[in-house]
């Protein structure tokens, strides 16, 4: 199989609790593919194995050719691999600027002694690391918030968008959406959408987790459903709506809706 | 010249050296790390220029080079183990770090004179003069008296070494390396995922922060000509780090000002100078109640910089 992204076998237990058994697909380069399955299906679990902040029990990742589970977190965002949180995650009493700023680390280099004594190359770094950084918060619609007010004191909507601009900051390939439309209303999930659309058309590919299924159906290219940490079924948004293995899972009888 | 005063300038010396402490206490916490190792790292400092200079007769920059970055090393060793704790565990694993040096300073008597201390370390100003007499220059002929010239020699040594100290820092802190410590203190996680490896800057603050320590440690040695293990006790951890405490974590300059403040304040109050501890503690809980960031923290700073255009660098 080939993909930008490849899990072959993944599995994660949390001592005695298996939170994802034997995940395999693929994702290929320029596709939008959605995860999606009721709750503590596994799918943030996913996300974490796959940008390694706990490693799998079993399985592996392998992004563009070469295996990357093993990896810490840090070398494989410097890989080309970002991420969201499901629940936001910026630096809070930072600005909105150096939020962005911050994803910039892996592609830029001055150390302690650059940083401190101001070299030429350090300042034409920092100009240019503020430059893309202002482009970014343009493209994620940001364009109007003042970069030096504190995160924190964004809306909610606009958090959530700082936290995109933030991942893609660090030039990701593939990009880990984790809900980014919760708790959003009409409005501000049409804009996320058409941000969606926006990345990929620059060429990264995407990972989705939403709950928003008007979303998913409009924005996916395939889907990947999950419940209790297995895969039950992939393919075509079309296709997955009339799964009858989906629709239980979702619609099927109460005490299959425990959290696992 | 009568306006020298030996004494004055001696507590401005003094302030300055805990000025650099509160510096490296911050270092450290500017990544979320909280180190009452300092007291530690600083008699290590102290103890390798020390030694060096009266075993060796190691010239005096060379022995404080050396001190820094043997504290810096230590604080490797000590920080790498530490990323395994945090917050409260972290405090009392270097607290009891420092109180491990102390001891090792008490009972490798072959090596540190124990309990006694080191005494005869040559003393900047001291060394300064002498080295000023022989290429012929007279305190005298500037109009101060020896005893003023070493005071004030010594003092301003320090003024320009705290000041580079500060400047470094701050600017660290103004660069990508800052933006990396101040994400890991917010969001360790998110910062990781962010693409910065977190390990190293953690370690390497860690021991920048020893460094810094080292650094003062060294310069007390040099400014007081004699160290004994009480002068590293947790007393002096503590006092660390009521400056950031005090003075407030969130910017460099919390710690630069309570240092000065907590140094100052008893020696304007002579009188009470015997219960400056009763005066820390106090102190400490106001500051829990009213102001818990410490008196200065980056929204005070904003307003200073709004009040005075132009004055943000």
Known sequence: MNGLLFLEGIGKDFGGLTALSDISFSVSPGEILGVIGPNGAGKTTLFNVITALFPPTAGRVVFDGETISGLAPHAITRRGISRTFQNIRLFPAMTVEENVMVGRHCRTGAGVWRGVLRTREQREEERKIRARTLELLALVGLSGADPGQAAESLPYGFQRRLEIARALAAEPRLLLLDEPVAGMNEAETQEVFRLIQQVRSLGVTILLIEHDMSLVMKACDRLVVFNFGRKIAEGPPAAIQNDPGVIEAYLGAAEEHRDA | ?313
């Open chain 2, 1 to 313: 010249m009568e306006w020298v005063n030996p004494y004055h300038l001696q507590v401005a010396s003094f302030l300055l050296i805990n000025v650099i402490l509160g510096v490296s206490i911050y270092v450290t916490l500017s990544t979320g790390q909280l180190s009452l190792g300092n007291a530690g790292f600083m008699c290590i400092g102290a103890y390798t220029t020390a030694l060096l200079a009266t075993r060796y007769g190691l010239p005096i920059p060379a022995g404080i080079v050396l001190g820094s970055l043997l504290a810096g090393a230590a604080g490797v060793l000590v920080g790498i183990p530490s990323l395994r704790l945090s917050g409260v565990y972290l405090a009392i694993a270097t607290l009891g770090f420092g109180e491990v040096i102390r001891a090792v300073a008490i009972n490798w008597e072959s090596l540190t004179g124990g309990a006694v201390g080191v005494a005869a370390i040559p003393q900047m100003g001291r060394v300064l003069l002498a080295r000023a007499r022989d290429i012929g220059f007279s305190p005298g002929s500037v109009g101060l008296r020896p005893n003023q010239f070493i005071s004030l020699s010594v003092f301003l040594i320090l003024l320009v070494l705290t000041a580079l100290v500060v400047a470094f820092f701050l600017r660290l802190a103004r660069s990508r390396v800052g933006r990396a410590y101040t994400a890991i203190k917010l969001d360790e996680r998110a910062a990781e995922a962010a693409g910065i490896p977190v390990t190293y800057y953690k370690v390497l603050a860690f021991s920048q922060g020893a460094m810094v320590s080292g650094l003062a440690g060294a310069l007390y040695a040099h400014s007081t000509s004699f160290v004994s293990p009480s002068d590293f006790t947790y007393h002096r951890a503590v006092e660390i780090l009521v400056f950031a405490v005090f003075g407030g974590s969130g910017h460099l300059l919390g710690p630069v000002f309570g240092a000065t403040f907590l140094t100052l304040v008893p020696e304007a109050l002579r009188a009470i100078s015997h219960y400056r501890y009763i005066l820390y503690g106090v102190l400490l809980v106001l500051t829990m109640i009213f102001r818990p960031q410490g008196v200065i923290d980056p929204p005070l700073l904003r307003l200073f910089r709004r009040a005075r255009p132009g004055a943000a660098a």
